[in-house]
């Protein structure tokens, strides 16, 4: 089983819709979750993160953790077609027992907003 | 404030060659880590750097080795390309981890390899 793992989509929207990501994960020792987005020929960007459960809310960007089913979100509200990016899910995991450093990705999700 | 930058862009190689790909670390970032990101695919952490040091190390073969200088730029070599060797390879920088907090990392634009 993957440690992280995320529906790959594609997935296309009118503009204005709520878009909404998930990630499911395996451990449930993680308790930092990131929400990075990726234009085309670009690096990753940070967009949002959370710790442990809750809601976090940035502008149209809201991100959730249920960890009792390890289930991780991203909404987007009032969509644009500017938000037309790759979105990753990642979690900082430890490796070795040592730090955190080591980014665990989901598999992104290719979103296209139409105008 | 320049960020991260990596070089070369492209880079079109054959199979059994070796490549260097080389990153510049946001300024005022001491650690360097390297990802591997295949066509359709979220990126694969390789290793990290540290002083000079690497720190840890995800499931990759030793053909792949790195170097950290005293500026804290990094290479990343990779001996013996294999065709499976194709992909988008990102190098993030970040200040000192921390052993309680995470660290945010900021990536490059990477470099596309192909091996033919």
């Known amino acids: 089983q993957k440690e992280v793992e995320q529906d790959p989509g594609p997935l296309s929207v009118p503009e204005g819709a709520i878009v909404s990501l998930n990630c499911t994960y395996s451990n449930s020792a993680f308790q930092y979750f990131m929400w990075y987005r990726q234009y085309s020929r670009k690096g990753p960007e940070l967009l949002m993160y959370t710790y442990s459960s809750g809601n976090k809310e940035d502008g149209r960007f809201t991100a959730q953790v249920d960890k009792s089913s390890k289930y991780i979100s991203l909404f987007i509200r009032d969509s644009q077609p500017s938000d037309s990016a790759t979105y990753l899910c990642?979690?900082?995991?430890?490796?070795?027992?040592?730090?955190?450093?080591?980014?665990?990705f989901g598999q992104g999700t290719i979103l296209t907003v139409h105008p | 404030d320049a960020g991260v930058t990596q070089s070369p862009t492209h880079l079109i190689k054959t199979r059994g060659q070796q490549v260097t790909l080389r990153c510049s670390p946001k300024?005022?970032?001491?650690?360097v880590s390297w990802y591997q990101q295949a066509l359709g695919q979220g990126p694969q952490f390789i290793f990290q750097?540290?002083?000079?040091?690497?720190?840890q190390r995800g499931n990759f073969p030793d053909r792949f080795s790195g170097h950290q200088f005293p500026n804290y730029s990094s290479e990343l070599n990779v001996n013996a390309l294999l065709l499976g060797d194709s992909a988008l390879y990102l190098c993030?920088?970040?200040?000192?981890?921390?052993?309680?907090?995470?660290?945010?990392?900021?990536f490059g634009p990477g470099t596309r390899l192909t091996v033919l």
């Open positions: 300024s005022g970032h001491d650690t």
């Open positions: 993030a920088s970040s200040l000192r981890i921390s052993f309680t907090s995470t660290d945010t990392q900021y």
């Open positions: 750097y540290y002083e000079e040091e690497e720190r």
């Open positions: 990642a979690i900082p995991a430890r490796a070795g027992g040592t730090s955190y450093g080591k980014l665990t």
